[in-house]
């Protein structure tokens, strides 16, 4: 039985990994895709919205289609569509044909990404333990080491073609063995309506989710611009804040598993948020290199575990099917992606990029606020 459950684990593991192995294959070769196609940065941007689109558009069709037909055959229809699409992006030969790739490669990571979440709920009803950081850490993992692989085949001269054909090839194998061990429990997945409104109880994840991944967002997108025209470092370390950040962000989730377990979910995210506030309030006060680090690091362990826990919280609503309700909140949380880094930008011109990064403090306490309308008996764990 332990080894099953092992297996099962392990298997769950794998299809996160996939998933982050192609989103960071993906965005280390952006530039290329972009400047082979000769590409403006405005209409370039334009491009990216429609993968953007994409990923929120899926997310309500995808917890539909999964509490349907179960995560275990959505999931590894839709990660072997992402790495399939992945292959074509090289051949795409007008803007048109990118942006219909890309939003087609949005949609498909949704459905993955619900997927795996419903996948990892169905792990932690089994063990009775948080599981969802750990999983959600495997993405980052794997983000890096895309990522990696990624900037090792632009040093090398090697094409978009060849990178993306190997990534393709190692994903589709690797769903294949996955398929054999994922979690196939139709009877959990398919419990509760397979749409609805969220409920208040929903929806307060859902705003939860929405300041984190507007925090996520600005950090994505502006850090390593804060740490050139705030900061001012030396510019070898231009992109250390932002590396600093996403290494407490994987360590955090790969880590964290039993902090949740022995203080509750709603304490968690509570210290997450303050986490989060603290490490906001040390590299806007003092924007020096170290402090800057120190800050960085801070806001990656504060917002780490929010995505995975409140994921795992919803899964078990009981007005709507696992799939479904992590999906309503994932896509009250998008919005956030959307909203958060266009706003640094507009208020960036009237203030100045230092104070405009207040907009994460505001969110961070937001979360803070948010966690603490959870009802305790509902995320303490025994």
Known sequence: MSSTI???????????????????????????????????????????????????????????????????????????????????????SSVYQLAILLFMSGFSYSAV??????????????????????????????????????????????SLSVHFGVITAVTLVSALTCWQFLHDRPGLEQSGRAFAIPDRSLFNYGLIVFCSMACEGIMYDWSVVYFQDVVSPDRKFVGVGFMVFMGAMTAGRLLLNRFVDRFGIKRTLQWSGMLTSIGMLVTIMHPSLVSSIIGFCLVGLGICTVIPLVAGAAAKSSSMAPSSAIASVLTIGFLGTLVGPP????????????????????????????????????????
């Open 6 to 92: 092992k297996g099962r684990n392990f298997a769950v593991s794998g299809m996160f990994f996939m998933l982050g192995l192609c989103f960071g294959s993906l965005s280390s070769r952006m530039a290329t895709i972009k400047g082979e196609l000769s590409l403006s940065d405005g209409v370039f941007g334009s491009v990216l919205f429609a993968m953007s689109a994409g990923v929120v558009l899926s997310l309500p069709v995808s917890g539909w289609v999964i509490a349907k037909l179960g995560s275990k055959l959505v999931g590894v229809a839709a990660i072997t569509l992402n790495a399939i699409l992945l292959l074509l992006l090289p051949f795409a």
């Open 113 to 158: 990404n619900v997927s795996n979440n419903t996948q990892a709920s169905l792990s932690e009803a089994i063990s009775g333990k948080t599981e969802l950081p750990f999983f959600h850490g495997i993405w980052g993992l794997a983000g890096f080491v895309g990522a990696g692989l990624g900037a090792l085949m632009v040093g090398q001269g090697i």
């Open 343 to 382: 706003l640094i930008g507009f208020l960036s011109e009237a203030v100045g990029l230092r104070y405009a990064f207040i907009v994460c403090l505001v969110l961070a306490i937001g979360i803070i606020y948010r966690a603490g309308e959870i009802p305790e008996q509902s995320w303490g764990r025994k």
